[in-house]
Every structure is written in C-alpha cells, then in structure tokens.
C-alpha cells in the first residue's frame, strides 16, 4: 500500500470520528431536552443540570468542540423551548445572569474534560506500550517493594523456573538467589531503602524453582509510585558468558605455557646458534688458515720445483680460503644480529652517508666516481647498524658502476605519508625487475661470481637490520640502466637535525640541484 493511500485513510477515518463526536454532540443535546419535557409534568428542575450533563458527555467522548457545539445547542434549546414554554423573556435579568454563567462554565468544563480524557488516553496508551515491552521482554524484568515481588513478567517466571505469577507476588526477592549471595542482596536492598548509594548493576547467583544455580547480571534502578519507592530489575542469565570467560582465561593460560615454553626453545636455539658462532669463528677458521698457509709455503718455498699449472691451482686454493674466510664472516655479521640489541638515538643520515662515502671512495684512489649526496632527513634508530646498511648499498652501487665509462651515484630520501624513505640510485648494470624477489635472499645473486665479487649475504643483511628497525626495503632496476635501492623507516621521532629536510624522494641524477663529486 503507497503512503498516499494511507494518508487519504488515516484523513478518511479521523473525519468519520470528529463527525461522530459532533454527531454524539447534537444527540445529547436532543436527548437531554427530551428529559426534561418528560419530566417536567412532574418536577420542576433547572434544564441546566441535564443539558451540562449532555456537554459533559460531548466533550468526554467527543472531545473539546463537541463540548463547544453541545453548549451553544443547548443554550439555544433552552432559549427556544424551555423559555418559551414557560412564558419568560430572554432577556430577563433573572435569565441572561444564568444562561451567561452555563455557557461561560460549560465551555471551561467542555476544554477541561476533553483534556483529562486526552491524558486519559495518553495514559492507557503507555500503560499499554509498557505492557506490551513489559510482557515481550527476552529479559527478566520484576518490580518489587521493600525487597518483595510486587509483578514479574513472563521471562522472569521462565528464568526460575515458575509457571504463574501468582508463585511470585509477595514472595521476598532473597528467595531467588543463591545462599552464598543473600546476604550481599540483602544489604544492597536495605542500603536503597535507607537512600544510600548502592551498584546500580552487579553480577550474583540465582536460584531456580528446582534448586539448581545459575550465574546471573542484575541491573536495578529505583522508583517512586504513588509515595511510595519500588524497585525495578532486570536480570540476565550469564552462565554461557561464564563459561567463555573462563574458556577464554584457560586458554590464555596455556598460550603463556606455550609462549613459555616456546621462548624456553628460542633461548636454547639462541646458545646454540651462539655456540655455532663460537664454531665458525675458532674451529673453522683454523684449518683453512692452515690450508692457506700451507699453499703459500708451497708457492714461495717450492716455487722453482712446481711448473705454471701446479702454482695456478695453489694460487686457486689460496683464493678460495680467502673466500672462504669471507663467507664466514658474513655469515657470523648476519647470524649475529638476531642477537643484538638496538641502541636507538636521533641519527644524523646526511653525516652518516657522506661518511660512508668518503671512506668506500678513499678505498679506491684512482679512480673517478660522482657521487651526490643530498639533505637526508635525520630518524631515530641504531646508528651503527644504519651505517652497516649504507655501506652495502653503497659498497654494491660502486662495484656495480665500475664497468660504465661515467659511474654515478645519488643518495637522497624524504619523507612520505607515516615514513622517512631513502634511496641510493645509480647508473650500473642494474638488474632484471623478475629476480627482484632473490635479492635479499641470503646467497642469492642475479650475476655471476666472475663478473662482480660478493657473497650474496650483504643485501640480506640489509634487509634484517631494516626490518629490526621496523622498516621495510625494496629495489627497483633495469638491465644496464642501473639500479635504485629504498628503505623506509618509521617517521615516529623523525625530524630535521642541522640541515632541512627537503621532501624530495628520489630525484634523477641529471635533475639533481647539487652535486659533489667525493671520490675522483
């Protein structure tokens, strides 16, 4: 049904009642002068009394304008018949006084009575909404005074058990609860009596009709009907809520035994991992020294007795202990930062990286490297570690370069959305974009050992120490058009030191505003 239907219905039927009541208004009039025709042979009454009452019955069923239309109908009635009829001028001193007065108490009377019938109604009608919430409730609802039960609704009568509401009505409220509880409720119910302060909701234990207990929340709130202070409770079976409760602290229980016991297995394989450092570090270390040395003795002091081939492969075998030594150090560096803690302070990374810079340029003299660094924005983490960092990238960025004609390099970084990024970019031999995920793979390499030296160890050592720090690192790259290298870290405690940030991320060599050349 569309609403324009229901307007035209809900017009339609409150023009039917204002008719009726008008209606009701003409009939009571009429029929109140009927009255006092028949009765006049045999009393004498004042017409007033019985034409009130027919305005009293308007307005009361009716409403304040029936009221009105019954009073001036009936002062027109007594005007036209009783008067008449009984040979006395309207306007009489004798007759307008009264006649004023009825109608003047008559329209008061009609606006008063259709008033305490529209309360009337008003009331019923929320009398009957509560009744309806009252007796639908799923919640147990009860009204008691004085610690008995004055109603019940019907879900409380099913939370305990009880068929009638007779079984309840006047029975004391400590009969529902549990005999380790009574006493607490009985002291909350006289501390409302007296008007002092007492939860307004709290959890305790029922008892059902049978005996058996149950976990229940009680919420209480206080009245006051005709003088007198009732209280109002809502109650709520809580067993189930109980029950998860205490699944829930069971479980938390055997997950701190768990992480107990599984922090007890990362300790142990922490010494073990310590005692394989210790391992690698003396006894592995030993008998390749001895390999190494032993293929120098031979080299320098039986040089005249070997031929070309045999010297080669000596010199091949010392190649490969150092290699070997090489290996074992990355190796012990990457194991052992699982270990270390970090030693967290504002780190200047401008100072940081040209530091890096001029040391790893320093290392090759002779030869020419452009290398940009520009106004990094300072963070906070551990400074030796975020040196460890840049030195590989910045360690690969320049043996990657060494084979283009013009090697460059630029350091830059800014700050982005919640992190600070960094980057080192440069023109190398760059890589496939489809091998990016082996890169910070320990052992992983995307170009052969004859090509360019390494370990396959410094990129996931990169990655470790930015993880630690709650960053993350990523690489971008194209075969023989170089290779750019981002870390981010966390902008929390991130701000300027000496030099201003510039939010700038990566900008290209060719558009960079600045360039120094550190190592040429």
């Known amino acids: 049904m569309s609403a324009s239907s229901l307007a035209r219905r809900w017009r339609g039927r409150n023009l039917r009642r204002a008719l009726a009541g008008y209606g009701l208004a003409v009939l009571s009039s009429l029929l109140a002068l009927g009255l006092m025709l028949v009765l006049s042979p045999y009393m004498d009454p004042l017409p007033y009394v019985l034409f009130f009452a027919a305005v009293f019955i308007s307005a009361w069923y009716g409403g304040a304008g029936p009221g009105v239309v019954a009073t001036f109908l009936t002062a027109i009635l007594v005007v036209g018949f009783v008067l008449q009829l009984r040979s006395r001028l309207v306007f009489d001193q004798g007759v307008m006084v009264p006649l004023m007065a009825y109608v003047t108490v008559s329209i008061l009377t009609a606006s008063l009575v259709a008033k305490l019938r529209r309360k009337e109604k008003e009331w019923r009608e929320s009398e009957r909404k509560f009744r309806a919430v009252f007796e639908k409730s799923l ?23 009880y068929e009638r509401t007779e079984e309840l009505t006047g029975q004391s409220v400590l009969l529902l609860n549990a005999a380790s509880h009574r006493a607490m409720v009985a002291d909350r119910i006289q501390r409302r009596g007296r008007g002092e302060p007492a939860p307004a909701r709290y959890e305790s234990r029922g008892r059902r009709k049978d005996g058996t207990e149950f976990d229940m929340e009680v919420d209480v709130a206080t009245f ?30 055997a997950l701190e035994q768990q992480v107990a016991r599984r922090t007890a297995q990362l300790e142990e394989a922490y010494q073990e991992l310590e005692a394989f450092s210790y ?39 010392g190649a490969n202990a150092g290699k070997m030594n090489q290996l074992i150090d990355d190796l012990l560096q990457f194991s052992l930062l699982i270990r270390r803690d970090l030693n967290a302070m504002e780190v200047d990374m401008t100072d940081l990286a040209r530091s890096v810079v001029q040391e790893l340029t320093q290392a090759e003299p002779g030869r020419a490297v452009e290398v940009v660094v520009g106004n990094l924005p300072a963070t906070k983490g551990d400074s030796a570690l975020l040196r460890q960092v840049f030195v590989n990238l910045v360690s690969n960025a320049l043996k990657f370069t060494r084979r283009h004609p013009a090697p460059a390099i630029e350091i830059g970084g800014g700050v982005e959305a919640q992190e600070v990024v960094y980057s080192v970019r440069d023109n190398g031999v760059g890589f496939d974009m489809n091998y990016a995920d082996k890169l910070f793979k320990v052992f992983q390499r995307l170009h052969q050992e004859s090509e360019f030296e390494g370990t396959g160890v410094g990129l996931a050592l990169v990655q470790r120490i930015i993880h630690r720090h709650g960053g993350r690192v990523w690489a971008e790259g194209e075969p023989d058009r170089g290779a750019c290298f981002h870390f981010a870290l966390p902008q929390a405690g991130a701000d300027s030191c000496a030099r201003p940030t510039q939010r700038v991320a990566t900008p290209s060599l060719a558009d960079s505003p600045s360039k120094a050349i550190l190592g040429k």
């Not at 009907?225 to 699944?247: P, S, W, Y």
């Not at 592995?284 to 070309?308: S, W």
């Open 279 to 317: 391992s690698v570090s003396h006894d592995l270390r030993a008998p390749i020294r001895g390999i190494d040395g032993l293929a120098r003795i031979l080299r320098e002091e039986h040089a005249p007795t070997l031929d070309a081939e045999a010297q080669q492969l000596l010199a091949l075998i």
């Open 224 to 253: 006051e009907l005709e003088g007198e202070q009732n209280t109002l409770v809502i109650l709520r079976d809580i067993t189930e809520r109980k029950h998860a409760e205490q699944a829930v602290r069971s479980l938390n229980v």
């Open 139 to 161: 919640d147990a609802i009860g009204v008691s005074k004085n610690g008995y039960h004055v109603m019940v609704n019907p879900a409380y009568l099913t939370l305990f058990g």
